[in-house]
């Protein structure tokens, strides 16, 4: 059904939109050489602008996930996720005594506590160790074997040497403290306490020697460096807290949602409770890494925007050098919307290939991220990732399928988006002056 176009004298056709022959016009452009008018070149270096964008981004946000997710997770792996403990209280005699002496009683009731996993009291101490003429500081916690077999980082089921069924015969000391001190299974590690014996002269330093009978690796440079486990009763002895406990440690269900246990637990505990929230000692920092996470989102959204600007060029020249083609199509009958269509086709098509080719790179990026580290540390000569500064000991990264859907939305969106203009123009070229000088 033939209709009359726009301008005079020029018949043009309805056609469904993106017909077969709209996709056939714009795989031709797009293939064409540069001697045939075509811009092959443009859109290869847009194409590969948006892919290296993309990919850029998704490995960027795989990496702040897995350093997020292993860092939060040696946190709660090997720490309380919530401290209980009270205020001081004094005695009769009129001295300040620190901790619980009805432990085990409040200890029962906080584990009542729905979504509560364990409570466990503790006894805790700051010791120097010393071994094989090195001197260490080092934090030690008293704690009962069964609850030092239910800690995930650190009891059973985590990277360890040594039988943690002998707990009761020594002690259990961190990887790193271990490698310091060139102490192993079997050895005996000396611990030293300022507050040890009160003698009529004073209070000396307390000096005792313990096998190292379990060595465990927590996957956090600080603690592996730091920690030192003790049997609860040896430590109530050793630090002078006989009959008590200086806190308690709740591990819950959920501990991404530690607000919703802080009543109960508070109610739990009796007068006097005092909580302390794994957020609250980590939550400084996993705020930095969300704004940290932000910023880098913008800058790499900022980048693809750039790549993406790639494809306005391209297009533009292309409709320059097409213009005598563009007169032919509308004479012939073409609509407006349909050359509109074919270059959007022609600018979309390659935002989409640059950027599922970015998402097969960010991807492959994440998945083998071991080997790639490892590569580039062994080129570099090693010492690319200090344990020391950053807390765990390697590089993670994890895909997320929210992640990478954002970039592509992202990618396609700008992509589709900057391709309308020179679309447009091209279809509102005049065909009466695309062929005058033809």
Not at 10 to 23: G, L
Not at 81 to 110: I, K, M
Not at 148 to 157: A, F, H, K, M, Y
Not at 222 to 237: G, H, K, M, N, S
Request: charged content about 20%; overall charge negative.
């Amino acid at each position: 059904m033939w209709q009359r176009a726009e301008q005079p004298g020029i018949m043009s056709t309805r056609t469904p939109p993106f017909a077969p022959f709209e996709w056939m016009i714009a795989w031709r452009y797009l293939r064409a050489r540069r001697s045939e008018g075509g811009v092959s070149v443009m859109t290869w270096i847009s194409l590969i602008g948006i892919a290296l964008a993309v990919f850029a981004l998704i490995a960027t946000l795989a990496v702040r996930a897995g350093f997020r997710a292993e860092f939060v997770d040696t946190i709660l792996g090997a720490n309380a996720h919530v401290t209980v403990y009270v205020s001081a209280e004094v005695d009769d005699n009129g001295r300040s005594l620190r901790g619980f002496s009805d432990y085990d009683a409040r200890a029962e009731r906080l584990a009542a506590v729905p979504g509560v996993v364990r409570a466990a009291p503790l006894v805790k101490g700051q010791v120097m160790a010393t071994a094989n003429g090195v001197n260490m500081g080092a934090e030690v916690f008293g704690i009962r074997l069964d609850d030092l077999r239910s800690i995930p980082r650190v009891g059973d089921g985590a990277e360890h040497e040594g039988d943690i069924a002998r707990f009761d015969e020594g002690i259990a000391i961190g990887s790193g403290l271990a490698r310091e001190l060139g102490v192993g299974i079997g050895d005996r590690l000396r611990l030293i306490s300022p507050d040890g014996v009160k003698t009529a002269f004073g209070t000396s330093p307390r000096v005792n020697a313990y096998e190292v009978v379990y060595i465990f690796t927590a996957g956090r440079y600080d603690i592996d460096r730091t920690r030192v486990y003790l049997p609860f009763t040896e430590a109530q002895e050793y630090f002078n807290r006989e009959g008590r406990a200086d806190e308690i440690e709740v591990m819950v269900a959920d501990p991404d949602h530690i607000e919703k246990y802080e009543l109960p637990l508070l109610q739990a505990g009796g007068e006097r409770t005092l909580l302390w929230t794994w957020r609250d000692s980590a939550g400084s920092f996993l705020r930095a890494l969300d704004i940290e996470d932000n910023v880098m989102f913008i800058i790499l959204s900022i980048l693809v925007l750039i790549a993406a600007m790639n494809i306005i060029s391209g297009l533009i020249m292309l409709v320059k050098n097409k213009g005598r083609d563009i007169g032919i199509l509308r004479t012939m009958g073409l609509t407006e919307g349909a050359i509109l269509r074919v270059f959007f086709i022609c600018g979309a098509s390659t935002g989409l290939v640059g950027t599922l080719a970015g998402v097969v790179l960010g991807c492959l990026f994440a998945i083998y991220i071991d080997p790639i580290f490892s590569f580039v540390n062994y080129v570099s000569g090693g010492g690319v990732w200090d344990p020391a500064v950053r807390g765990i000991y390697y590089l993670p990264a994890r895909l997320q399928a929210g992640d990478v859907a954002s970039a592509v939305a992202l990618s396609l969106g700008l992509s589709f988006i900057v391709t309308i203009f020179p679309a447009r123009r091209a279809a509102r070229m005049n065909p009466v002056e695309a062929l005058r000088y033809e």
